[in-house]
């Protein structure tokens, strides 16, 4: 069974996968394979539209991707991770994780990962730690200790389209 995720500043502050990769990414442990300047909105994976920011928006949205919402006691459950949310209605969400030390670590949008709140504090606790836009505290979530891909997908795959060798080639230069 894999382990929870460890706390890597090597691999998420690097500045290919920190520009590319936010708090829910950071909280799913999914570095790789996101679009530069993509974003990473609970559900977009799974096809389902977030409306607005709500709590039960956001639960509905992450739970399609693959997180399990258990409320707001933070139970442990054998090859899963704990990771909580916090919303600023209508705004913005953000989510923490737990790391395999037990450690609260997060990360703020293309900013690089953080084990402090907001008023320097380390998160020991993601209900009463300090974040000024993300106020409100909402729940906690498993999540499989080997992560899930929550990477936005292209709306259409060229693969499956007859000429797509030539969609790609349309994108080489001439001669290739």
């Known amino acids: 069974m894999k382990n929870p995720p460890h706390y ?10 920190c520009a590319a990769t936010n708090c829910y990414a950071y909280a799913a442990n999914d570095p790789y394979g996101h679009f530069m300047g ?3 909105v609970p559900g977009l ?3 389902a539209r977030m409306g607005a920011v709500t709590p039960g928006e956001c639960v509905r949205c992450a739970e ?3 997180m399990v919402f258990i409320g707001d006691a933070p ?3 054998p090859g899963h991770y704990l990771v909580a949310l916090r919303i600023c209605p209508g705004v913005d969400f953000h989510f923490i994780r737990q790391d395999a030390d037990g450690l609260w670590s997060h990360k703020n949008g293309t900013g690089g990962i953080d084990r402090m709140d907001d008023c320097g504090r380390a998160i020991t606790n993601p ?15 498993h999540v499989p200790n080997c992560g899930l891909r929550v990477a936005e997908r292209l709306q259409e795959e060229p693969q499956a389209k007859s000429g797509w060798r030539e969609w790609i080639q349309s994108f080489l230069p001439k001669g290739w």
């Open 127 to 141: 209900e009463t730690a300090s974040f000024e836009i993300c106020s409100e505290f909402v729940g906690y979530f």
């Open 75 to 77: 139970v442990a459950r």
């Open 38 to 40: 993509g974003e990473q």
């Open 45 to 47: 994976a799974a096809g």
């Open 64 to 66: 399609a991707d693959g």
């Open 8 to 17: 890597q500043p090597d691999v998420w502050d690097n500045r290919y996968v």
